[in-house]
């Protein structure tokens, strides 16, 4: 498919670092690149080679895991491994209805709108609202605000103001079992519920809440994932690694 003026496209050279772009067919500035002629990518296919002043970039369209890594960030995001198996366990898809705790810089978030999109929404719910701004604004970037929306709260107090009830609530905030009591009634019965915890002190914390919440399906676990370094003759695990992100506790609720 040809590439649309308006799109967010990113080059990305034979080293794989990316320069983002909102496409225009006309003279425009690219980030790192400065001025280009727009008009040498109308007629492109994706992942086909462009020259820019003597260098040579393939040009792509995003997926969910470059919307994430190229989010202007605050607070830490969850990574890809975190925000794919919660996507996964807590069964989100094309129409859902989820509440989140914690915008941050709104990693998870640009994660369960793509998940949601066209149909479904997404509310965050967060106390700072600087967060909550960058979070829009990284939201908007990637064209996902419009199935978006935020309060501005305490999630272990607050009056959340929805009319539905959601199909997964989603906790990135230190203790999500100070707020359960009072976002549970906004899950449906059999909706998923995730916290994401880093200490193993906080997971044991709402793992016994969910439990005394009469919610089923209780399950703790950690993603460890290590790269690969594939070289001609050699082929070893990478030496870096992130060695620790955060548990992931799901639950589901009972009726
Ligand atoms: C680690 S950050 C979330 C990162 C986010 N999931 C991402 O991927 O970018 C935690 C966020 O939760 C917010 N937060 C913590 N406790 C909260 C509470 N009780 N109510 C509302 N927001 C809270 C913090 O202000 C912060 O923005």
Same mark, same amino acid.
């Given at each position: 498919?040809?590439? &649309?003026?308006?799109?967010?496209?990113y080059?990305?050279?034979?080293?794989?670092?990316?320069s983002?772009?909102?496409l225009?067919?006309?003279?425009m500035?690219? &980030?790192?690149?400065?001025?280009?002629?727009? @008009?040498?990518?109308?007629?492109l296919?994706?992942?086909?080679?462009?020259?820019?002043?003597?260098?040579?970039?393939r040009?792509?369209?995003?997926?969910?895991?470059?919307?994430?890594?190229?989010?202007?960030?605050?607070?830490?995001?969850?990574s890809?491994k975190?925000?794919?198996?919660i996507?996964?366990?807590?069964?989100?898809?094309?129409?859902?209805?989820?509440?989140e705790?914690?915008?941050?810089?709104?990693?998870?978030?640009?994660?369960l709108?793509?998940?949601?999109?066209?149909t479904?929404?997404?509310l965050?719910?967060e106390?700072?609202e600087?967060?909550?701004?960058?979070?829009?604004?990284n939201?908007?970037?990637?064209?996902?605000?419009?199935?978006?929306?935020?309060?501005?709260?305490?999630?272990?107090?607050?009056?959340?103001d929805?009319?539905?009830?959601?199909?997964?609530?989603?906790?990135?905030?230190?203790?999500?079992?100070l707020?359960?009591?009072?976002?549970?009634?906004?899950l449906? @019965?059999?909706?998923?519920?995730?916290?994401?915890v880093?200490?193993?002190? &906080?997971?044991?914390s709402i793992v016994?809440?969910?439990?005394?919440?009469?919610?089923v399906?209780?399950?703790?676990?950690?993603?460890?994932?290590r790269g690969?370094e594939?070289?001609?003759?050699?082929?070893r695990?990478s030496?870096?690694?992130?060695?620790h992100?955060?548990?992931?506790?799901?639950?589901?609720k009972?009726a």
């Amino acid at each position: 498919m040809s590439f &649309q003026e308006g799109e967010l496209v990113y080059l990305e050279d034979a080293g794989g670092k990316r320069s983002w772009m909102k496409l225009s067919f006309g003279m425009m500035k690219v &980030q790192s690149l400065g001025a280009v002629d727009g @008009s040498k990518f109308r007629d492109l296919e994706e992942g086909e080679k462009v020259t820019i002043v003597g260098r040579d970039y393939r040009i792509f369209r995003p997926g969910v895991l470059e919307l994430m890594e190229s989010l202007d960030r605050g607070a830490q995001i969850i990574s890809a491994k975190d925000a794919a198996t919660i996507l996964m366990h807590c069964d989100i898809k094309a129409g859902d209805k989820v509440i989140e705790v914690g915008a941050g810089s709104g990693g998870l978030t640009t994660a369960l709108l793509h998940a949601v999109a066209p149909t479904g929404q997404v509310l965050t719910l967060e106390f700072r609202e600087e967060n909550a701004v960058r979070a829009g604004k990284n939201v908007s970037r990637v064209g996902l605000h419009k199935y978006w929306s935020y309060q501005i709260g305490d999630a272990r107090d607050m009056d959340v103001d929805v009319d539905w009830k959601a199909d997964a609530l989603t906790m990135d905030m230190p203790d999500p079992w100070l707020a359960l009591g009072n976002l549970e009634g906004h899950l449906r @019965s059999g909706g998923r519920l995730c916290a994401y915890v880093p200490n193993m002190n &906080q997971a044991e914390s709402i793992v016994n809440a969910l439990r005394e919440h009469g919610y089923v399906d209780v399950h703790a676990l950690e993603n460890m994932q290590r790269g690969l370094e594939v070289h001609p003759g050699g082929v070893r695990p990478s030496f870096e690694m992130l060695g620790h992100t955060g548990y992931l506790i799901f639950a589901r609720k009972t009726a």
